[in-house]
């Protein structure tokens, strides 16, 4: 029986794409709405509703991973749908930039709160470890069509509608979803005897610090976060206020990341078949560099170039991809397989605690001193990045030849394929067992956190 006739999965993961176009539409609608209220300000509003949004993730979600197992899990991600379709649809009526913070305070709780409670019911859903590796696989393929799909759909919408419109469009994917949610059968889930979230992360924060490897991934969240909040932040106010573009303009900027994104998708699986992931990494964050560098040459020079832009835009979200798509396998040879939760555990809140640095800089101080300054201090913080893991990271070639040899030992697959089936090589049986599930868990709701880290929504 293939995945999608198993019937349960096929709805969630219905809801999971609804939702997730959903949410994309809102990130640039949301760009639009603090542009309107705030205009030349828009960035600090967007920094501050981010600030927001992590701080919701960092704290809300390991708290749901904790203590999902005591709750009626249809129910609940069900009530969380509703509260996400009741908030959104109040966006389009707000009048004050406060009102944005409110509801995007009770947004990202909620959805802090649905992300680690619907990863976890996967394993429950799909229950052979090959369709898992294919359900891992899907979810994967969501997300990157939907970075770059979602920004051409609202760029084409806008060009007839209101981009308040966009809200009701997200608000009913969110109800959508929540009607696709009860309909399926979710069994509540079993009592876990794993330590909490937080005792997790702090052992795996530890094992960060002393391992080499993932000192290196550390340091490339940062590069990561850096340049990637220029896109999150900054794309409205530099294409309203220094392009002079218009609503539909945004829209088609943000796409250039996803395409970017969606590039890398479709060509890294096979690259990293041949090349060590240290390797594709660093030239992620090199790409990075030279993209921020770019940027911060173009704002000096006052070129307002849209082609330029697109171009800048591109590899932006091209390098990020370099980085982030072969982080879990990183992270997944550097320990033991009963440490693999807490790395992952250790890595989403790393990861968030990067971009809680960078998105203020990017909205706070170009609001304040222009995109200039602000370019040239999240430049800074890549090149210290990149710097950083080439230092901590140091190449091991014997570790590049085992890498190599895993790779050659076994059918060639796709990237998250590859990564499914690094997940259930443990023993399925007894502790290694519920080891494993945790671990895959871990690694699909940090992929999924991951991806909403550049989502306003």
């Known amino acids: 029986m293939g995945l999608f006739a198993i019937r349960d999965y096929r709805r969630l993961f219905t809801a999971q794409v609804i939702a997730l176009f959903g949410t994309g539409l809102a990130t640039v609608a949301l760009g639009l709405l603090a542009?309107?209220?705030?205009?030349?300000?828009?960035?600090?509003?967007?920094?501050?509703?981010?600030?927001?949004?992590?701080?919701?993730?960092?704290?809300?979600?390991?708290?749901?991973?904790?203590?999902v197992d005591r709750l009626p899990r249809r129910r609940f991600l069900t009530i969380l749908d509703v509260v996400r379709a009741v908030v959104v649809i109040a966006l389009p009526f707000v009048t004050e930039v406060w009102h944005i913070y409110v509801l995007i305070g009770l947004l990202q709780t909620a959805s802090a709160a649905f992300t680690p409670t619907f990863q976890a019911v996967i394993p429950d859903i799909v229950t052979k470890e090959a369709d898992y590796t294919r359900a891992l696989s899907a979810s994967q393929v969501a997300y990157t069509m939907e970075s770059l799909l979602s920004p051409v759909l609202a760029a084409v919408a806008l060009t007839f509608m209101s981009f308040n419109l966009l809200f009701l469009g997200t608000s009913a994917g969110f109800a959508v979803s929540a009607l696709l949610v009860l309909s399926t059968r979710i069994p509540d889930a079993r009592p876990s005897?794993?330590?909490?979230?937080?005792?997790?992360?702090?052992?795996?924060?530890?094992?960060?610090?002393?391992?080499?490897?993932?000192?290196?991934?550390?340091?490339?969240?940062?590069?990561?976060?850096?340049?990637?909040?220029?896109?999150?932040?900054?794309?409205?106010?530099?294409?309203?206020?220094?392009?002079?573009?218009?609503?539909?303009?945004?829209?088609?900027?943000?796409?250039?990341?996803?395409?970017?994104?969606?590039?890398?998708?479709?060509?890294?699986?096979?690259?990293?078949?041949?090349?060590?992931?240290?390797?594709?990494?660093?030239?992620?964050?090199?790409?990075?560099?030279?993209?921020?560098?770019?940027?911060?040459?173009?704002?000096?020079?006052?070129?307002?170039?849209?082609?330029?832009?697109?171009?800048?835009?591109?590899?932006?979200?091209?390098?990020?991809?370099?980085?982030?798509?072969?982080?879990?396998?990183?992270?997944?040879?550097?320990?033991?397989?009963?440490?693999?939760?807490?790395?992952f555990a250790a890595q989403f809140s790393l990861s968030h605690l990067a971009w809680l640095v960078t998105y203020p800089i990017a909205g706070w101080v170009a609001t304040q001193a222009g995109f200039t300054t602000t370019w040239t201090v999240l430049a800074g913080l890549a090149v210290i990045g990149a710097g950083t893991a080439l230092v901590v990271w140091p190449r091991d070639k014997k570790a590049e030849v085992e890498e190599r040899a895993a790779v050659a030992g076994r059918p060639r697959a796709g990237k998250a394929e590859a990564a499914g089936r690094a997940a259930v090589a443990v023993a399925a049986a007894g502790t290694e067992a519920a080891t494993r599930e945790a671990a895959e868990v871990a690694e699909s709701t940090l992929a999924a956190c991951q991806c909403a880290c550049v989502r306003t929504v």
């Open 35 to 67: 542009y309107e209220l705030a205009g030349p300000r828009a960035g600090a509003v967007l920094a501050t509703a981010l600030t927001i949004k992590m701080v919701a993730y960092v704290i809300v979600a390991p708290l749901a991973a904790a203590y």
């Open 193 to 343: 005897a794993h330590t909490n979230a937080w005792d997790r992360a702090v052992s795996g924060i530890r094992t960060f610090a002393a391992t080499p490897s993932l000192r290196g991934v550390m340091a490339l969240n940062l590069v990561v976060a850096a340049v990637g909040s220029i896109v999150v932040v900054n794309t409205v106010n530099y294409v309203r206020d220094v392009l002079g573009g218009g609503q539909s303009d945004v829209a088609w900027v943000l796409a250039a990341s996803g395409t970017g994104t969606l590039l890398v998708a479709l060509v890294l699986p096979r690259v990293l078949d041949r090349v060590a992931d240290r390797f594709v990494m660093l030239a992620g964050a090199a790409v990075l560099v030279v993209a921020v560098g770019a940027a911060v040459t173009m704002s000096t020079a006052g070129v307002a170039a849209p082609l330029a832009t697109g171009v800048i835009w591109v590899a932006i979200g091209g390098g990020m991809a370099l980085i982030v798509t072969p982080t879990g396998r990183v992270l997944r040879r550097a320990v033991d397989p009963a440490g693999i939760p807490e790395v």
